[in-house]
């Protein structure tokens, strides 16, 4: 068999297995919009559900995971941002370091519901924040924050050295150099690991479970001690221990649909504001 040959076959491989998982991507999607675009209402966005939750809407779970995306993402990523900046461009390659980062890429690996067990016991009990927003942003928070923080350290690392000493050669100060030279043209990848920090906070059940969600609860939160209802939590509840689950098929279903739009519109938010930071880099 000649190299064309195997090229063309490894290429057509490739391709195959491609459109083979942008097909099963798209039976899911069809299938969650299918089945939940019934639901999906005016009233069923902006009211709070009613009647054991088989009828009413989802909005007090729309606003609390936007609020649980928010507080996590306001806590992890300052941390992870200058956690990796201290990685990338001050701690060097000791052992200690060597053993950060192990450490790091194996908490990125641990099952989200341990995340959730240590939230409970630290934040809720421990600090005595009990169920609230503040413990779930917290738990959620230290969930993503090794992808902040190796997103961050890769992002650094890609950039060429002659960036660094051209600049130090200007006269300008470490500081300077990361602030105004390496951060910046760096941002566009950091935001990247944002992005998928804001897909897996969205749809975690597991550390909230234990941290802040609530099964029925249909008001808005008043301040970040409060609980507040959740769109995972409240798709389990529907699809599997809810008062009625074959009458609440249909919530379940929409409430699916409006978490996975929810979702796409945040990364395309982080995916428009990644673009701008690389016009600015160009320019």
């Keep these: 068999m000649n190299k064309n040959v195997s090229q063309r076959i490894a290429f057509a491989l490739f391709r195959t297995l491609s459109l083979l998982v942008v097909g099963i991507l798209l039976c899911m999607l069809g299938f969650i919009m299918y089945n939940g675009a019934s639901a999906i209402s005016w009233e069923f966005l902006t009211t709070a559900p009613a009647d054991g939750m088989t009828a009413g809407g989802i909005f007090p779970a729309i606003v609390g995971t936007l609020c649980l995306v928010v507080g ?56 005595g924040f009990g169920d609230s927003i503040i413990a779930g942003s917290f738990t959620l ?6 992808l902040i923080i190796r997103t961050t350290e890769e992002a650094l690392q890609a950039i060429p050295n002659s960036y660094r000493t051209g600049s130090l050669a200007l006269g300008a100060s470490k500081l300077q150099t990361i602030g105004r030279v390496t951060l910046p043209v760096a941002f566009p990848n950091i935001i990247t690991g944002l992005i998928l920090a804001v897909g897996r906070v969205s749809g975690e059940t597991a550390p909230i479970l234990f941290t802040v969600a609530a099964y029925f609860l249909p008001k808005l939160p008043q301040s970040i001690f409060d609980q507040v209802m959740a769109l995972p ?6 699809a599997t221990s809810g008062a009625d689950v074959e009458a609440s098929r249909p919530v379940a279903y929409g409430t699916a649909l409006v978490l996975i739009v929810i979702v796409f519109l945040m990364n395309m938010l982080a995916g428009a504001l990644r673009r701008s930071f690389g016009r600015t880099k160009a320019a």
Excluded: C, D, Q, W
Excluded at 233 to 238: K, P
């Design 233 to 238: 939590y409240h798709l389990y509840v529907t």
């Design 141 to 146: 928070g230290l969930l993503i924050l090794p």
């Design 72 to 127: 996590s993402v306001v806590f992890a990523f300052p941390v992870g941002l200058a956690s990796g900046i201290y990685l990338s461009e001050y701690a060097g390659n000791g052992l200690a370091v060597k053993f950060i980062r192990v450490m790091t890429n194996n908490l990125g690996g641990v099952p989200s519901i341990i995340f959730g067990l240590f939230g409970m016991s630290l934040f809720v009990n421990t600090f």
